[in-house]
């Protein structure tokens, strides 16, 4: 065994790490700051996303887990999972002519998508989708799409043949955002960006990209699971250490906070904590190329515990500053947000405990 | 014991319920059940329609205009209003303030303030926490310096809720720099419009805008303005606390929180099927619901042990601790009930701004509210000091 990161890895994550220090701060987070992707697709992050076949250098779990660990750490409000993740992993997992171009786009960092999957009735349901294509014309409605207002192509799943449930019928078309039929509702999401509401009414300007396109969405969604934990991972990772700093600095009744033993211990149940949502990610990362029904156990396994000490990580830091950790002034309210509202995506702590057990038999 | 209300308690119910009905207006209990901002003229009509009906001051005593309730009549009452989606009594002048001037004020003060209280031409905020006096909140620096006929005030207060609709501030303020910190201090009423105060927001995370830094630039405040003795302050700002804490288990918000997480989950569908079935989310909510019963019925013991209109002592500390608890468990609840939707982010939706994401379970903002609940283990106290509070008074004597 070996959990060091390879000399490319580690590489990588001190670059990044560099990279996103000098340039992303406060002002970023609120979104009002420059566009990072050029600077990400010259690190090679998005090139990370997917191995050589594909025309990247990585693609693996711990790819994937070293950059969304930093660009959680950073607090980093741009939607790299649902656009060039997910979207370019369901693009090379369904292979051709045509999304091997749009990939070479999105590690270029050029090509902008979102991936219109998620519907109300769905919740958590990646194989639920009412969204229908019949005729020749997609119709339905997709909600809450990250980045999806500001995309200038949607990847949209309907289903062709049979009930919601069906996955055999569901497929998947490439939509660009401004053919008539397309509405789109656009609103800022607590965690900083935006997400969007979308309609779709007798849309026939699409590019059908597979007829059965469930297994490579599930396969791209195993990806974007391990990449949001590892994201959450980063942004506990900062939060603890804000609270670190603040318990040693901030002084009440003559004393620095720290010295309260009921907050020293609090700090330490969370560092334990935190240690082992680190190895539950680093099981996930390890095993997401393994065989379904195995990397699925992992990747619920490491979102249930994330989004358990999540909570207890958001709730006490928030805690244990008082006053100032509730104000939108302070980093810590963005990092906050981000944690809890990781729990609202890919599945939250319920959703994946269910699939554990379920996996598991 | 008799675990049943009696017959006037149930007719008491009833009158409330009806009061309530006739005079809330649907728009406004729908804002209210949904987490919106609301203005300073919906709490001031509010307040008018219980002042009319003599209501308003349900713990003060009949002589000062008070309805002068039991424990258990504030208790329905409070129920009652968290149930309907009234808007809350707003606490300062009528909780806080009222109690500490009809203890401490003078007949004068009595005379003039408290009417001005009950019709609303005054609007009280609290100036108590400092920058750096938070929880040792007996550390705080704001200064009051006596010159003439007046104080002369400088400092800064923080974390005042609904200052910016305040027009009179009660303040701590230190009057002996040189004695031992609690001792130095005084209970000060001071008129916002003096020269000198300003008032800047704190903008929440949720993007609420509900409390307020306060800063004093040389105000100069009558002398006539101190309650009660010069540095004595801190014996009133501990009655004031305790009175604070008479609903502070918060049952009748934590009974409407559950039904509003019921109402949302029984809209959910996942596979067709309600998030009320789905055994997971079930189990947490059932929990929920068990802890609530019984606090509900702490509550109630607590409250019984006390006198008719006083507050309970120590016991309010518990209540506090597990009120909150629940109440932020329920607010977790709303937040998981919705799913993805608990996403899209509530300040817009606060503020009722026409292109406010859609919420196809009519839950409203529940996310930001969860995450602006998290001031209820914070502020009054926190509840680690609660924690204090309480365990010194079970140890005390045993060593």
């Known amino acids: 065994m070996n959990f060091e990161l390879t000399e490319e890895r580690q590489l990588l994550q001190d670059s990044l790490r560099r990279f996103l220090s000098d340039t992303y701060g406060p002002a970023e987070r609120r979104g009002e700051g420059k566009d990072i992707m050029p600077g990400l697709a010259e690190l090679g992050v998005l090139g990370a996303f997917f191995t050589e076949d594909d025309g990247g250098f990585g693609g693996s779990g711990f790819d994937l887990m070293v950059v969304f660990e930093e660009l959680g750490r950073a607090g980093v409000i741009e939607p790299l999972i649902d656009g060039p993740l997910l979207c370019g992993r369901v693009l090379a997992e369904l292979g051709g002519e045509k999304q091997r171009t749009v990939l070479e786009e999105i590690m270029a960092g050029g090509a902008s998508l979102a991936f219109a999957h998620s519907e109300t009735g769905a919740r958590y349901d990646p194989d639920w989708v009412e969204t229908r294509f019949e005729n020749g014309a997609l119709n339905g409605h997709k909600s809450v799409i990250a980045g999806g207002g500001v995309a200038s192509s949607l990847l949209v799943s309907a289903c062709t043949s049979g009930a919601p449930d069906d996955r055999d019928g569901i497929a998947l078309f490439m939509v660009p955002a401004n053919v008539p039929g397309v509405s789109i509702r656009s609103y800022p999401l607590a965690q900083g960006g935006y997400g969007a509401d979308i309609n779709l009414e007798n849309v026939t300007a699409y590019e059908q990209l597979s007829d059965q396109a469930f297994p490579a969405i599930e396969q791209a969604l195993a990806g974007a699971t391990v990449a949001q934990c590892a994201e959450t991972l980063g942004a506990m990772e900062t939060a603890l250490s804000m609270t670190r700093d603040y318990l040693g600095a901030r002084r009440q009744f003559g004393r620095p906070l720290g010295s309260f033993q009921v907050l020293a211990h609090r700090l330490a149940d969370l560092m334990l904590e935190l240690e082992q949502a680190r190895s539950a990610v680093i099981l996930a990362a390890g095993h997401l190329d393994a065989m379904s029904p195995l990397r699925d156990r992992y990747c619920s396994a490491a979102k249930n515990l994330i989004g358990r000490v999540g909570r207890l990580v958001a709730e006490e830091t928030i805690q244990m500053h008082g006053g100032i950790g509730m104000t939108a002034e302070y980093d810590l309210g963005h990092f906050a947000k981000r944690i809890i509202m990781a729990d609202h995506r890919f599945g939250d702590t319920d959703y994946h405990l269910e699939r554990f057990i379920a996996r598991s038999a | 014991m008799d675990l049943s209300f009696s017959a006037e308690d149930l007719a008491f119910r009833d009158e409330v319920r009806a009061f309530i009905a006739d005079k809330l207006p649907h728009e406004l209990s729908e804002r209210v059940r949904l987490g919106r901002k609301l203005t300073k003229q919906d709490h ?274 518990l209540l506090k601790i597990k009120g909150t608890q629940i109440r932020q468990e329920l607010n977790d609840l709303a937040r998981r009930a919705v799913g993805p939707h608990a996403m899209p982010f509530a300040s817009e939706a606060i503020e009722g701004v026409n292109d406010a994401p859609s919420d196809p379970f009519d839950a409203g903002a529940v996310a930001g509210k969860y995450f602006n609940m998290r001031k209820l283990s914070i502020y009054g106290g926190s509840n680690e000091i609660q924690r204090e509070i309480y365990s010194k008074s079970l140890l005390r004597g045993t060593s």
């Open chain 2, 44 to 317: 001031e009509f509010w307040h008018a329609k219980l002042n009319e009906k003599g209501w308003l001051a349900p713990n003060w005593p009949k002589r000062f205009g008070g309805a002068e309730w039991n424990a258990i009549r504030r208790h329905i009452f409070d129920e009652e209003c968290a149930m309907a989606h009234t808007p809350r009594i707003v606490p300062f002048g009528l909780t806080m303030l009222g109690p500490v001037l009809q203890e401490f004020g003078s007949e004068e003060q009595q005379n003039y303030w408290l009417p001005r209280i009950l019709s609303g031409a005054d609007w009280w905020c609290q100036g108590y926490s400092e920058p750096n006096a938070g929880s040792d909140l007996a550390s705080l620096k704001t200064s009051a310096v006596k010159d003439g006929d007046h104080y002369v005030v400088n400092g800064q207060k923080t974390w005042t809720t609904l200052g910016q609709y305040a027009n009179k501030i009660f303040c701590l303020v230190r009057t002996d720099a040189g004695a031992k910190s609690q001792e130095g201090i005084s209970f000060l009423l001071i008129d916002m419009e003096t020269p000198g105060v300003e008032v800047r927001p704190i903008e929440l995370l949720d993007g609420s805008v509900e409390v307020n830094e306060v800063w004093f630039s040389d105000v100069r405040v009558p002398v006539g303005n101190l309650v009660g003795e010069e540095n004595k302050g801190w014996t009133y700002a501990k009655y004031l606390l305790t009175h604070e804490r008479t609903n502070i288990a918060g049952v009748g918000f934590a009974q409407a929180g559950l039904d509003q997480v019921k109402r949302i989950a029984g809209r959910v569908r996942e596979r067709g099927r309600s998030l009320l079935e789905n055994p997971y989310f079930a189990a947490r909510l059932a929990t929920v619901e068990i802890d609530l019963m019984a606090m509900s019925t702490t509550n109630l013991r607590m409250l019984s042990k006390a006198a008719a209109g006083q507050a309970p002592g120590v016991e309010s500390s």
